[in-house]
């Protein structure tokens, strides 16, 4: 503690005198203390380059006792149980058993006792920070103390234990090989000693005297394994700075199993070989060098080792073993987290190789590396296979001629290297797969299908899309609606659509368009037909799964006529829900539900009735109608069809949106006419779509023919309530619902 | 393949640890099922409507020894929920007049305000009648719920749910149903 002391005090001193010399009239200093500006309540004066108060002055700020001795010249101040003693004459400060030398010493200026500032203040443990841009002077009593700094979690993780936390930084130098973290407004503890220096780390605390804080500076030989992004979190009352793990220990053991040891959990790690230099490349993640011990010298196995930090954004350990005959290291099952084991791996054999249209397939006794590649001319994917032997079905070469393949042929390339080439048609992407079963794993390469031709073709009934693939398809037919479109995904498949013709639209087909895109991680290539209308499709598969045919039925695009015909007149009855004395729902406003309901009411039969069809409304006027006369009337007239329409309403105004109600009913025609109606009006209405829903509503329980409930908007919502009042809104909804109840006639008219 | 060349011997040992398997499931059953018992035991749910009145979503309450539960629910559904997330069904004056449990079907009696001061539409009025049936009906004894006005019945609450029948438990309106 007194020799940290001291050593601030000489930094403090030599601060604080060029501070002073530089700006020599102390006056100009404004001097605040706990924030506030205290420069004119205090008298200062500079002498010999230090800035010294009058005794009386800072006595009072700091609320101490002030003692006198006129025969000594000497002057006690205690404050919270520190008490300094300064005598005229003397350049030192005593505090307890311990003093500090100032420059100017005690000094008597018009009969008052003038004492430097900076000194006794820090004397009774207070903090400075002296800004020089605009020459101000803080005083701040420490708001933190920091008790203990230690190493944690086997030397990962450095623990500073303070009272409180304040503000604090870290600060990381270009090499990485310091770390600043720098504390505001704290003091250190009395108990504190800075032995927390390992044999990774050296750390020190450093208290800087002009500026109110700590700074705690760890500095190391090899670059400090500081996580970057969440290296530092709060825990209750300590600042924890987490290290990434170093390596510790590199060996091989007797049964010759390499194994790597870190101060912590390691990840999995990335093995590559070079069989050119015979190298094994062991990159570990997230691991720094450190100080490790290494205890590999000729062995029979390795050659050479050689351990750097590859990289440090992001962080990777590489282990570099040159082989002593090309043996190779396999990653075991790991054990412990902070241990990685390999063992030196015997050679697989590989077996089985198999073709079919655009793949060709082989097994091997263990896990393999491969490494593919295209070469241009003639056009040929290569896959080399490290430390393997060919096994049993594996022959020089097997002549294939289907649509991508010619031929497959296999050599070994090199003692630890066996390569199988396939001589390809032409050019194209592939991937491989690897499987694991019974013991076996199993590799299959997958050339890219491509599109071979794409035709379209009608007759009277249908119009065909003939899509023909080099090579059996991975695809899935998806029907979408408004717009109505047909869409094709394939997986695995090249899109060299742009070599094609255009394909020659028709009167059902828009366009025709693919792209390009990520379903769960695989690609996938899309082919997209815009249709001008809904048509009916079915999908047919051709030349063993090569072709896909798909039949739009013609016949929908007279159906609109036919419909027509067959339609005929119904008879709806259209109800607008309250009225009378039974306003329903009020809105923000004051605007009563029963009128935006009459109103598309009204609007829906105009429609419907010019559509031929026969219409009633429960109420044309503004009259009371219980929910049984209302039912009544449907069931007396034997109506076909019942819609009743209403508007919304929440104790919540955000709450908004558009929601058919149906009842459930055994044929399920309710729920029908109900999604037909909601079809037209979530897609279109321009306002949130809440969805159809099913609930035992009164009027639409208790009518005998199909029946729907729509809440058309909220009016307990300000933007709806305004929608509800206008006409353009009323009529939008009504034609919407008219569109629904057609569509509904249309499919299920001729019952 | 393997139990065909296990000895009788063995099979027993292995009969045995099923056994013993079986019966060690059947007491941890038995004690979950207490404790989920003993847990619920002193607990009411109280519904509210979350997500824009797209469904309901139970809160729990203490019981209150001091007040009847029926009345204590109605109660808690009229403070509202505790959390933000969730709005308030029942209108501000609501009161439950009396109540009558016979043979499971609770019939509750409120006063006009429950419909005089009601905000109306579709939403609002389910959002607020299976809040209080689905409030009632999760206690153990209430299979359904029957809601009457002063005294009388009425065909709705404010123009469209019958409330001419007793209403039962809504799954549908339930949160993650």
């Known amino acids: 503690m007194s020799e940290l002391k001291n050593f601030t005090t000489i930094i403090l001193v030599t ?57 000594l010249k000497s002057l006690e101040m205690e404050s919270q149980d520190v008490t300094i003693k300064i005598m005229a004459n003397s350049r030192y400060i005593q505090i307890e058993n311990d003093a500090i030398r100032t420059e100017a010493g005690l000094q008597l200026v018009d009969n008052q006792a003038y004492i430097p500032l900076a000194k006794s203040i820090e004397a009774f443990g207070y903090l400075l920070e002296y800004q020089r841009d605009n020459e101000e002077l803080y005083i701040f009593q420490p708001e933190t103390t920091i008790k203990n700094v230690s190493w944690q979690e086997d030397g990962n993780q450095l623990q500073i234990k303070m009272d409180e936390i304040t503000p604090y930084r870290v600060l990381h130098s270009e090499d990485g090989r310091e770390i600043t973290i720098e504390i505001d407004k704290a003091e250190i503890d009395q108990e504190f000693s800075d032995n927390i220096s390992n044999n990774n780390y050296y750390l020190r605390v450093v208290n800087v005297p002009d500026r109110a804080l700590l700074r705690l500076v760890i500095k190391s030989k090899t670059p400090i394994p500081f996580q970057i992004d969440g290296g530092v979190y709060e825990h209750e009352d300590s600042l924890v700075l987490s290290f990434l793990p170093q390596l510790k220990d590199i060996r091989i053991s007797e049964n010759n199993l390499l194994s790597v040891e870190a101060t912590g959990e390691i990840p999995d790690a990335k093995t590559k070989y070079l069989s ?36 440090l954004d992001p962080v990777i350990l590489r282990i570099e073993a040159t082989m002593a005959n090309g043996d190779i290291f396999k990653p075991l099952q790991r054990e412990k987290s902070n241990l990685l084991t390999f063992k030196p791996g015997q050679r697989s054999e590989i077996s089985n190789l198999k073709y079919a249209a655009g793949s060709f397939s082989f097994t091997s006794s263990s896990a393999l590396n491969p490494e593919l590649f295209l070469l241009k001319s003639p056009p040929r994917l290569v896959m080399n296979l490290y430390h393997v032997n060919r096994g049993s079905g594996i022959l020089d070469k097997i002549e294939v001629n289907n649509s991508q393949i010619k031929s497959l042929r296999t050599a070994r390339f090199d003692e630890q290297t066996v390569r199988i080439v396939a001589d390809l048609e032409e050019l194209t992407g592939y991937s491989w797969v690897e499987e694991q079963k019974n013991g076996l794993y199993y590799y299959t390469v997958n050339l890219k299908n491509k599109f071979s031709e794409i035709t379209t ?52 087909i828009k366009d025709i368009r693919s792209s390009n895109y990520q379903l769960e991680g695989e690609d996938v290539t899309r082919l997209v037909f815009e249709l001008n209308k809904y048509y009916s499709h079915k999908v047919k598969s051709y030349q063993s799964g090569k ?15 036919k419909q027509e015909q067959k339609i005929g007149s119904y008879f709806i009855v259209v109800d607008a829900g309250h009225g009378g ?54 069931n007396n007239k034997n109506a076909d069809l019942f819609v009743s329409i209403h508007a919304n309403s929440f104790n919540n105004s955000q709450t908004g949106g558009v929601e058919t109600y149906y009842n459930q009913s055994i044929n399920n025609q309710n729920r029908l006419l109900a ?39 909220f009016l307990s919502n300000l933007r709806e309530e305004k929608l509800l009042k206008s006409q353009d809104f009323q009529h939008k909804a009504a034609a919407l619902i008219v569109d629904g109840i057609l569509d509904y006639l249309e499919e299920s008219g001729d019952k | 393949m393997a139990a065909k060349m296990l000895s009788a011997d063995q099979k027993r040992k292995v009969l045995f640890i099923l056994r013993v398997l079986l019966l060690t499931a059947a007491v941890l059953y038995l004690i979950f099922l207490g404790y989920n018992n003993y847990i619920l035991e002193g607990k009411i749910k109280v519904y509210f409507a979350a997500d824009n009145a797209s469904y309901l979503q139970a809160e729990s309450r203490s019981l209150d020894p001091d007040i009847d539960k029926y009345l204590q629910i109605f109660e808690e559904l009229k403070a509202g929920p505790e959390s933000d997330n969730l709005t308030k069904t029942i209108p501000e004056g609501s009161q439950l007049l009396n109540y009558q449990l016979d043979n499971k079907l609770l019939t509750l009696n409120f006063n006009l305000a429950l419909k005089n001061n009601h905000w109306g539409g579709s939403t609002g009025e389910r959002m607020t009648v299976y809040s209080i049936v689905n409030s009632y009906t999760a206690l153990s004894e209430v299979e359904s719920v029957k809601i009457l006005l002063e005294g009388k019945e009425v065909e709705s609450l404010v123009g469209h749910l019958d409330l001419s029948r007793p209403l039962m438990y809504n799954q549908k309106l339930t949160e993650g149903n």
């Open chain 1, 457 to 508: 073709k009608d007759n009277q009934d249908y119009q065909y899309l003939n899509i023909l693939m080099e090579s059996q398809a991975e695809y899935e037919v998806k029907k979408f609606n408004y717009p109505h479109r047909i869409v094709v995904d394939f997986k695995n498949t090249l899109n060299n659509l742009s070599n094609f013709n255009l394909i020659e639209k028709s009167s059902l």
């Open chain 1, 15 to 71: 601060i604080l005198l060029t501070l002073i010399l530089t700006n020599n009239a102390a006056a100009q200093n404004t001097i605040y203390f706990n924030g506030q500006d205290i420069t004119s309540q205090i008298e200062t004066v500079s002498r010999e380059g230090e800035l010294l108060i009058r005794a009386r002055d800072l006595a009072e700020l700091l609320d101490a006792d002030l003692t006198w001795r006129p025969a």
């Open chain 1, 675 to 713: 999604e037909k109606i909601h079809d037209k009006l979530g897609r279109n209405l321009g306002i949130y779509d809440r969805g159809i829903k099913e609930s035992n509503f009164y009027v639409i329980k208790y009518t005998n023919m199909p029946s729907a409930l729509i809440e058309v908007a």
């Open chain 1, 276 to 311: 050119e230099s015979r190298k094994m490349i062991i990159d570990i993640p997230s691991v720094v060098i450190g100080n490790f011990d290494q205890q590999i010298e000729d062995h029979p196995l390795i050659k050479d080792i050689k351990v750097t930090q590859h990289d």
């Open chain 1, 547 to 561: 072709g896909i045919k798909i039949a739009l039925a013609k016949e929908f695009l007279s159906k609109e006529m």
């Open chain 1, 581 to 634: 004395f039974d306003p329903g729902a009020i809105g923000v406003n004051g605007f009563e539900e029963k009128i935006p309901n009459l109103a598309i009411a009204r609007e829906i039969a105009g429609l419907l009735a010019d559509k031929k069809h026969k219409v009633l409304l429960t109420r044309s006027s503004d009259k009371f109608l219980s929910l049984q006369q209302r039912v009544k009337f449907a």
